[in-house]
């Protein structure tokens, strides 16, 4: 090479390394010559672009620079445009984020593009970080730059992002800044968004007059679901619907879907079609499909949920949307991995429709606040479903605080925007700026019981669970200690912060609900009620801490049900009194006389072993389907007494009711049995959904050796109730006789 083409080499090399390396800045020395630029006629959310990009600048750099729009720049200075710009982005869900000679240019698709793209630019390019809606991290300095070459380009996959997380739905600002939707249903009719049947053919209005409307089941017609091959009823919901869209002219979807329960019709003609498409789907879809011809303007959605999840040979008409849920899926691992019905039902209502919306379950919504080690599962699902036409994702959180709540929210949020990002450097992040120097503690329990789940294969993570499932596992006593020393290490690192000190105290809230779950079980030495025939001091300083940290964050429930903390910690003093009353039952044999099913290892024992039941059927409780309770106690010879106290326990929604009544006998030879008393309780539509009673008698001093208690069941759920004639349960625990 000559040495004039030489020198020209290295002069291109060392432009081309400018380049390279050029910075475009924004702001020099608290000093800028920009301006942010906005169209002529702005709408309010490309105003709220503008005006979040110029608050954040200025709270990086303390310069303020100015707003203006198109007809009035200056010549004079650099310009940052904000602005829709859909000729050149794929997608309305576009963004795009570049530079132009000195300019940059901040656009997307739509107006909520614009705003999404201004806060990537700002968390990409600039550090900023927001962790909650209180909690932000914002870089400061007086000068601020940008490499270029700029130009960045992003289409999300998912282009309708939910997180059922009260931290967007309250607060629109985060929701931005984490780019999901404000509301759980965007674009529904706002009355008609799930389980509509019942909406739109009441049964105070048709039941009576017109049974033949509702489902068959056996040889009644009951009003759980609808008829679906019943001609009326397709013109009555397709007038439903009309009326829905005249009432709500801006709502583009409308729910057409079945009522929360099993309970579908199995007439002649709708087992007909169902046994011809090989799932009960498919008499729904035949039915939203006919309903959908009505409305080409507007999409009707409908759930592909419990019986017609599995999808039919029927093609949902193009405007109908498949909400696809995954409520039975084991939670301990991806769902590809461990549930693998599901998993080929999703790939099924891909091969026959594009318009596909997940609707998943991330915590365990019997117990809000238990431990719910799942987050390792959030990406390959989430990653699963976008890979199965999945546009649409709604992330079932549980709404109210729950375990680790601003972590999962986050994350979640993050990665539906993006499910290809790098979770661990997500939770990393997130959990270092979020608990400061208590974040390494706080990534030790993660860590730690996300690896013992894992270890455990044949652990089924449920969303209708308890804790005292994963007492040999995950959450066993040395554990739980372990967990334990984790929190209170993180607590002594910034005990100073007293906020970053909350935000810990609120996320050991799980541990310490999960231990004194433990001690109320009774099942291991180290986690006792009592210690001594007094109150363990452990167990009162975990139901202070527990209270105070509720309180301290605002936290008032404790499930899906309604149960509140406030009844919880009630029921736990209850529990508490209960564990100190003298019982000369305690211990003693029982005989059955009818059969429990499942819970409790059906050991009769339950009723006397001193471990008390809380507001979960899945600890403690013993369960009888469909028949009465029906158990006799030898207290070992003669003994007086003058009160008997027994829990029951009801779960209306799972078709767990209290006993009508529940009757104490005594006798002395177990053949002649005396009535001591009747405890009538009336089963109502307005009775609590969970709760706890203890039907309670007391008597003259009474001596006897044997003690029999019959509970009547209800036998079948109510007619009011939404699973109308199925068996149901009743769930007894101690028995306390003194």
Same mark, same amino acid.
């Given at each position: 090479?000559?040495?004039?083409?030489?020198?020209?080499?290295?002069?291109?090399?060392?432009?081309?390394?400018?380049?390279?390396?050029?910075?475009?800045?924004?702001?020099?020395?608290?000093?800028?010559?920009?301006?942010?630029?906005?169209?002529?006629?702005? /709408? *309010?959310? $490309?105003?709220?672009?503008?005006?979040?990009?110029?608050?954040?600048?200025?709270?990086?750099?303390?310069?303020?620079?100015?707003?203006?729009?198109?007809?009035?720049?200056?010549?004079?200075?650099?310009?940052?445009?904000?602005?829709?710009?859909?000729? !050149?982005?794929?997608?309305?869900?576009?963004?795009?984020?570049?530079?132009?000679?000195?300019?940059?240019?901040?656009?997307?698709?739509?107006?909520?593009?614009?705003?999404?793209?201004?806060?990537?630019?700002? *968390?990409?390019?600039?550090?900023?970080?927001?962790?909650?809606?209180?909690? !932000?991290? &914002?870089?400061?300095?007086?000068?601020?730059?940008?490499?270029?070459?700029?130009?960045?380009?992003?289409?999300?996959?998912?282009?309708?992002?939910?997180?059922?997380?009260?931290?967007?739905?309250?607060?629109?600002?985060?929701?931005?800044?984490?780019?999901?939707?404000?509301?759980?249903?965007?674009?529904?009719?706002?009355?008609?968004?799930?389980?509509?049947?019942?909406?739109?053919?009441?049964?105070?209005?048709?039941?009576?007059?017109?049974?033949?409307?509702?489902?068959?089941?056996?040889?009644?017609?009951?009003?759980?679901?609808?008829?679906?091959?019943?001609?009326?009823?397709?013109?009555?919901?397709?007038?439903?619907?009309?009326?829905?869209?005249?009432?709500?002219?801006?709502?583009?979807?409308?729910?057409?879907?079945?009522?929360?329960?099993?309970?579908?019709?199995?007439?002649?003609?709708?087992?007909?079609?169902?046994?011809?498409?090989?799932?009960?789907?498919?008499?729904?879809?035949?039915?939203?499909?006919?309903?959908?011809?009505?409305?080409?303007?507007?999409?009707?959605?409908?759930?592909?949920?419990?019986?017609?999840?599995?999808?039919?040979?029927?093609?949902?008409?193009?405007?109908?949307?498949?909400?696809?849920?995954? $409520?039975?899926? /084991?939670?301990?691992?991806?769902?590809?991995?461990?549930?693998?019905?599901?998993?080929? /039902?999703?790939?099924?209502?891909?091969? &026959?429709?594009?318009?596909?919306?997940?609707?998943?379950?991330?915590?365990?919504?019997?117990?809000?606040?238990?431990?719910?080690?799942?987050?390792?599962?959030?990406?390959?699902?989430?990653? =699963?479903?976008?890979?199965?036409?999945?546009?649409?994702?709604?992330?079932?959180?549980?709404?109210?605080?729950?375990?680790?709540? !601003?972590?999962?929210?986050?994350?979640?949020?993050?990665?539906?925007?993006?499910?290809?990002?790098?979770?661990?450097?997500?939770?990393?992040?997130?959990?270092?700026?979020?608990?400061?120097?208590?974040?390494?503690?706080?990534?030790?329990?993660?860590?730690?019981?996300? *690896?013992?789940?894992?270890?455990?294969?044949?652990?089924?993570? =449920?969303?209708?669970?308890?804790?005292?499932?994963?007492?040999?596992?995950?959450?066993?006593?040395?554990?739980?200690?372990?967990?334990?020393?984790?929190?209170?290490?993180?607590?002594?690192?910034?005990?100073?912060?007293?906020?970053?000190?909350?935000?810990?105290?609120?996320?050991?809230?799980?541990?310490?609900?999960?231990?004194?779950?433990?001690?109320?079980?009774?099942?291991?030495?180290?986690?006792?009620?009592? @210690?001594?025939?007094?109150?363990?001091?452990?167990?009162?300083?975990?139901?202070?801490? =527990?209270?105070?940290?509720?309180?301290?964050?605002?936290?008032?429930?404790?499930?899906?049900?309604?149960?509140?903390? @406030?009844?919880?910690?009630?029921?736990?003093?209850?529990?508490?009194?209960?564990?100190?009353?003298?019982?000369?039952?305690?211990?003693?044999?029982?005989?059955?006389?009818?059969?429990?099913?499942?819970?409790?290892?059906?050991?009769?024992?339950?009723?006397?072993?001193?471990?008390?039941?809380?507001?979960?059927?899945?600890?403690?409780?013993?369960?009888?389907?469909?028949?009465?309770?029906?158990?006799?106690?030898?207290?070992?010879?003669?003994?007086?007494?003058?009160?008997?106290?027994?829990?029951?326990?009801?779960?209306?929604?799972?078709?767990?009711?209290?006993?009508?009544?529940?009757?104490?006998?005594?006798?002395? /030879?177990?053949?002649?049995?005396?009535?001591?008393?009747?405890?009538?309780?009336?089963?109502?539509? !307005?009775?609590?959904?969970?709760?706890? @009673?203890?039907?309670?008698?007391?008597?003259?001093?009474?001596?006897?050796?044997? &003690?029999? $208690?019959?509970?009547?069941?209800?036998?079948?759920?109510?007619?009011?109730?939404?699973?109308?004639?199925?068996?149901?349960?009743?769930?007894?625990?101690?028995? &306390?006789?003194?």
């Amino acid at each position: 090479m000559s040495l004039k083409k030489t020198v020209l080499f290295a002069i291109i090399l060392a432009m081309l390394g400018c380049t390279q390396n050029q910075k475009l800045t924004l702001v020099k020395n608290n000093k800028s010559n920009y301006e942010i630029v906005l169209p002529a006629q702005p /709408d *309010e959310i $490309i105003e709220k672009a503008g005006n979040k990009l110029q608050t954040y600048l200025e709270k990086i750099s303390s310069v303020k620079i100015p707003i203006v729009n198109e007809s009035e720049l200056n010549e004079k200075k650099r310009q940052i445009f904000v602005s829709v710009n859909p000729e !050149e982005l794929t997608s309305v869900h576009s963004i795009s984020i570049k530079t132009e000679g000195e300019n940059l240019i901040i656009t997307g698709g739509s107006g909520e593009s614009v705003l999404f793209a201004v806060y990537e630019f700002l *968390e990409m390019n600039l550090g900023c970080k927001w962790y909650s809606p209180t909690v !932000e991290k &914002i870089p400061t300095s007086k000068t601020i730059s940008i490499g270029q070459p700029l130009n960045y380009q992003y289409t999300p996959e998912i282009t309708t992002r939910t997180v059922h997380s009260r931290l967007f739905y309250e607060n629109p600002d985060f929701a931005h800044k984490m780019h999901v939707t404000t509301d759980a249903f965007p674009g529904y009719v706002p009355t008609a968004r799930v389980h509509t049947f019942h909406r739109f053919v009441p049964e105070q209005n048709y039941y009576y007059a017109h049974p033949e409307y509702y489902a068959l089941r056996g040889e009644k017609r009951l009003h759980t679901q609808l008829c679906l091959t019943n001609k009326e009823v397709l013109q009555i919901v397709t007038d439903s619907v009309k009326a829905y869209f005249e009432r709500y002219p801006d709502a583009s979807v409308i729910s057409v879907s079945q009522d929360d329960n099993t309970q579908n019709c199995q007439c002649e003609d709708c087992k007909k079609i169902d046994d011809e498409e090989g799932s009960a789907s498919g008499s729904m879809i035949r039915f939203v499909n006919a309903v959908a011809e009505s409305f080409p303007d507007k999409t009707i959605s409908t759930l592909a949920y419990q019986y017609t999840r599995k999808p039919s040979i029927t093609k949902p008409a193009v405007n109908v949307l498949i909400t696809l849920c995954s $409520i039975e899926c /084991d939670r301990s691992a991806p769902i590809a991995d461990k549930s693998h019905d599901f998993a080929q /039902d999703l790939k099924g209502w891909k091969k &026959i429709t594009e318009n596909i919306r997940i609707w998943d379950y991330t915590t365990q919504f019997t117990n809000f606040l238990a431990p719910f080690p799942n987050i390792h599962t959030l990406q390959p699902n989430i990653q =699963f479903f976008r890979n199965n036409n999945a546009t649409w994702v709604f992330e079932q959180h549980s709404h109210h605080p729950s375990e680790l709540f !601003e972590l999962r929210s986050y994350l979640t949020a993050k990665l539906l925007w993006n499910p290809d990002l790098d979770a661990n450097e997500i939770i990393n992040e997130f959990v270092q700026g979020y608990y400061a120097e208590a974040g390494k503690y706080v990534t030790k329990y993660i860590d730690v019981i996300h *690896e013992e789940i894992q270890k455990d294969k044949d652990f089924f993570l =449920f969303l209708y669970g308890d804790p005292a499932q994963a007492f040999n596992s995950f959450l066993n006593p040395e554990l739980l200690k372990q967990y334990n020393t984790y929190f209170d290490d993180a607590e002594k690192v910034v005990e100073n912060k007293p906020n970053v000190l909350q935000r810990v105290r609120t996320s050991r809230i799980s541990t310490d609900y999960a231990m004194l779950e433990m001690a109320r079980n009774g099942k291991s030495p180290d986690f006792q009620l009592l @210690e001594n025939g007094k109150i363990s001091k452990d167990v009162e300083l975990r139901v202070s801490r =527990f209270k105070e940290s509720c309180q301290n964050s605002n936290i008032t429930l404790m499930n899906e049900m309604g149960y509140t903390v @406030e009844e919880y910690l009630n029921l736990y003093k209850e529990t508490l009194i209960r564990a100190g009353l003298p019982n000369i039952a305690n211990g003693k044999k029982v005989t059955l006389h009818t059969q429990p099913k499942k819970y409790a290892d059906e050991n009769p024992q339950a009723l006397t072993d001193g471990a008390l039941g809380g507001s979960n059927f899945y600890a403690n409780w013993l369960g009888f389907e469909g028949n009465n309770m029906e158990a006799v106690i030898d207290l070992g010879s003669e003994m007086e007494f003058s009160n008997i106290s027994t829990g029951f326990l009801q779960v209306t929604n799972h078709i767990v009711f209290f006993p009508e009544e529940v009757s104490y006998f005594y006798s002395n /030879d177990l053949k002649t049995f005396t009535k001591l008393e009747t405890v009538a309780n009336p089963i109502s539509k !307005e009775s609590k959904k969970n709760d706890v @009673e203890y039907f309670t008698s007391n008597f003259a001093p009474t001596k006897a050796r044997y &003690i029999n $208690i019959i509970g009547k069941n209800v036998a079948k759920a109510p007619f009011w109730h939404n699973a109308a004639g199925l068996p149901a349960w009743i769930f007894i625990d101690e028995v &306390i006789v003194n």
